[in-house]
């Protein structure tokens, strides 16, 4: 079992940066592929970030290479998300999830889920 707890949400310009984390429960942290996925307003949950639990592979959805970055301290029990020169594109709620196995970017391949941060970039 994974509990998971994101933060690091908030207001900012476009442009600007925000780092997320999510801080996991549980003895298996390190054993799980850990995503990051986000959902705006009407719109249903996408991929972001993944990253395996080996910190061996990573993987990015097209609209987050090159301006975000998914790392993880497994001794923290904790995934981060670097995201700079944010764009009003890219506000919703972010959640990070886990899985077993090897990084993938289907929601419903992640088995524990956190209650998500909101994200609000302003023009």
């Known amino acids: 079992q994974v509990q998971l707890v994101e933060s690091g949400g908030g207001l900012v310009q476009a442009g600007g940066s925000l780092r997320l984390s999510c801080a996991a429960s549980g003895r298996t942290f390190s054993r799980h592929t850990m995503g990051w996925f986000r959902q705006a307003p009407g719109k249903e949950r996408e991929f972001v970030a993944a990253i395996s639990w080996n910190v061996g592979s990573t993987s990015y959805a097209d609209s987050a290479k090159g301006r975000f970055t998914i790392s993880r301290d497994n001794a923290k029990n904790t995934v981060y998300l670097q995201m700079n020169t944010l764009k009003p594109e890219d506000t919703a709620a972010y959640y990070c999830?886990?899985?077993?196995?090897?990084?993938?970017?289907?929601?419903?391949?992640?088995?524990?889920w956190g209650q998500g941060t909101q994200v609000t970039v302003s023009s």
């Open positions: 999830a886990a899985r077993l196995g090897t990084v993938a970017s289907q929601t419903y391949m992640y088995n524990y």
